[in-house]
T-cell receptor, first 119, second 112 residues
Framework: DVKVTQSSRYLVKRTGEKVFLECVQD?????MFWYRQDPGLGLRLIYF???????EKGDIPEGYSVSREKKERFSLILESASTNQTSMYLC??????????????????FGPGTRLTVT | SQELEQSPQSLIVQEGKNLTINCTSS?????LYWYKQKYGEGLIFLMM?????EEKSHEKITAKLDEKKQQSSLHITASQPSHAGIYLC????????????FGPGTSLSVIP
């Protein structure tokens, strides 16, 4: 079974602090993703990575950065946390880049989530 | 408006009853994923559908992708309290990278 773990289930930080959220997957997956989930807004993609040291912006990258130094680990960084970053953060991984024309798609596997509160 | 819509938004059913959740897109669905989320936890992958007319089952949960590939339904037979949670559909609508968009979710409660 694919296992995606996140460093913390709950985190409370103060405004202005630098926050690191860690995600590790154990299935040698190529792709890794960071989402945030908010009531009424659903899941929104922050950043994703398709290879070590590679990253792509998602829909809401502002205020966030990411790091992928090793294939199994993908970190989300809040450079200066703000109250509007209070949210549930979900990490996911998938086997590789799909090929729609070839009918090849890969499902994403999610971690348990980190509920971050910024006060 | 959401690119991917789900109906109903929430559902309360008596244990043992059948139920259906729908996921509708305004664009062609190249891949459709169903997930279940327990409150406050991560998403659990249930199944993936790709071909129009495709139907998959897992235990008492059946999902189908319609022929025109713009709608999927998730059907639960003889619901149990363990089925309670939030059901989300995710879709690959053919963007330039491997992006999956998610529906807003359907909250299911099963009353014993």
């Amino acid at each position: 079974d694919v296992k995606v773990t996140q460093s913390s289930r709950y985190l409370v930080k103060r405004t202005g602090e630098k926050v690191f959220l860690e995600c590790v997957q154990d299935m040698d997956h190529e792709n890794m993703f960071w989402y945030r989930q908010d009531p009424g807004l659903g899941l929104r993609l922050i950043y994703f990575s398709y290879d070590v040291k590679m990253k792509e912006k998602g829909d809401i990258p502002e205020g966030y950065s990411v790091s992928r130094e090793k294939k199994e680990r993908f970190s989300l960084i809040l450079e200066s946390a703000s109250t509007n970053q209070t949210s549930m953060y979900l990490c996911a991984s998938s086997e590789g880049m799909g090929n729609i024309a070839g009918g090849l798609l890969y499902e994403q596997y999610f971690g348990p989530g980190t509920r971050l509160t910024v006060t | 408006s959401q690119e991917l819509e789900q109906s109903p938004q929430s559902l309360i059913v008596q244990e043992g009853k059948n139920l259906t959740i729908n996921c509708t897109s305004s664009k062609t669905l190249y891949g459709l994923y169903w997930y279940k989320q327990k409150y406050g936890e991560g998403l659990i992958f249930l199944m993936m559908l790709q071909k129009g007319g495709e139907e998959k089952s897992h235990e008492k949960i059946t999902a189908k992708l319609d022929e025109k590939k713009q709608q999927s339904s998730l059907h639960i037979t003889a619901s149990q309290p363990s089925h309670a949670g939030i059901y989300l559909c995710g879709a690959d609508i053919g963007t330039s990278y491997d992006k999956v968009i998610f529906g807003p979710g359907t909250s299911l409660s099963v009353i014993p």
